[in-house]
């Protein structure tokens, strides 16, 4: 299957996509409300309920507007490129967690996503009063894999 077809059928097929479906299909974390599926051997998250989604939008938002220095970009508007997107979606939920308890180890993996935020605005009051000081430090350490260059090539 060609990209274009691709894209269209996963638009047809997804009208509710998961915001964090890069770290649920990198296994850097789940969600109670993600439902995966399967187009030709790609793999797809949709959420299950709307205003999840819209509160998982949000909170990327504030994450992307926060790190821009981190991320050493100024242009909020433009797709990020992968590794930028997961240092903003797994380090974003890793300083979240960091913040919830700031007794315990950073995780590497969050568990369920949609409890991490409710939690989150639950202690916080809501995702605007996010101690995003605490939270970059997350985004500028998160490293994803490192590529593996075969030798001779």
Do not use: W
């Not at 938002?61 to 220095?69: G, I």
């Amino acid at each position: 299957m060609d990209n274009d077809a691709f894209r269209s059928t996963y638009r047809a097929i997804n009208e509710r996509f998961c915001p964090y479906e890069k770290s649920i299909l990198t296994n850097s974390g789940g969600c109670a409300l993600a439902q995966k599926f399967c187009i030709a051997e790609r793999e797809g998250v949709r959420c299950g309920d709307e205003a999840a989604q819209a509160t998982c939008l949000h909170l990327l938002e504030l994450l992307r507007r926060q790190a821009r220095f981190a991320l050493k970009s100024t242009d909020t508007h433009t797709a990020l490129p992968h590794a930028k997107a997961m240092r903003i979606q797994v380090g974003g939920l890793r300083g979240i967690q960091a913040a919830l308890a700031p007794d315990q180890p950073v995780p590497s993996y969050i568990d369920d996503i949609r409890a991490t935020i409710l939690a989150a605005i639950e202690a916080f009051g809501s995702l605007d009063q996010l101690p995003f000081t605490d939270i970059m430090q997350q985004i500028a350490a998160y490293q994803g894999r490192k590529r593996i260059r075969k030798s001779g090539h």
